[in-house]
């Protein structure tokens, strides 16, 4: 085949085309395992973030101001609730939290979904939090959370205060989410 330029634009035309087939495929294939790999993820987190339950979470979702509430109960009576929420806020964007309270608001737990905060730094938030050393748990807390930095009580993880603003104030979004969903139940 002769070195044209139509020459040239077909056979480029023609890799791109097989190149995007293949990519289409492995998309097809990959998509079931990646969703089903997420849904227990945060099916995980639930249980992780939550005084015991005896109900599916999962199954009573519902979307209050952007955030998934995952209600719980035990013997009938409300548990409390997980509630998903997202920021694009951390220093690498995204980060995604699951947060559980009890009926009363009071923070149980947290779990980090998603998050690509640089190692070592950013990505400590998945312990920072929960760890009791100084000021930075924020399991048991009902008040509004503020980094140390802007006047309030938590210590945010050293050299990384972007990403505790972040983790923090989506923190404070799921409480609000979790009072809404509160007030109607």
């Given at each position: 085949m002769k070195s044209t330029l139509g020459n040239m634009i077909l056979s480029l035309g023609c890799i791109s085309a097989a190149v995007g087939a293949i990519l289409a495929g492995?998309?097809?294939?990959?998509?079931?395992p990646?969703?089903?790999?997420?849904?227990?993820?945060?099916?995980?987190?639930v249980a992780s973030v939550?005084?015991?339950f005896d109900n599916d979470p999962q199954a009573q979702a519902?979307?209050?101001?952007g955030c998934e509430i995952y209600p719980a109960s035990l013997n009938g009576q409300a548990a409390g609730a997980a509630v998903k929420v997202s920021t694009m806020d951390g220093?690498?964007?995204?980060?995604?939290?699951?947060?559980?309270?009890?009926?009363?608001?009071?923070?149980?737990?947290?779990?980090?979904?998603?998050q690509a905060e640089t190692p070592g730094l950013g990505a400590k938030a998945q312990e920072w939090f929960r760890d009791s050393?100084?000021?930075?748990s924020i399991i048991g807390s009902t008040a509004p959370l503020k980094v140390a930095k802007d006047g309030g009580e938590i210590d945010g993880i050293?050299?990384?205060?972007?990403?505790?603003r972040a983790v923090?104030?989506?923190?404070?979004h799921a409480r609000e989410a979790f009072n809404q969903y509160n007030s109607q139940s």
């Open positions: 492995v998309n097809l294939l990959t998509a079931g990646i969703e089903e790999s997420a849904r227990a993820a945060s099916v995980e987190a939550l005084p015991p519902i979307n209050i101001d220093f690498s964007g995204l980060i995604t939290l699951m947060v559980g309270f009890d009926t009363s608001g009071c923070i149980t737990g947290y779990s980090i979904l998603e050393t100084g000021h930075r050293t050299a990384a205060t972007i990403t505790s923090l104030n989506a923190v404070n």
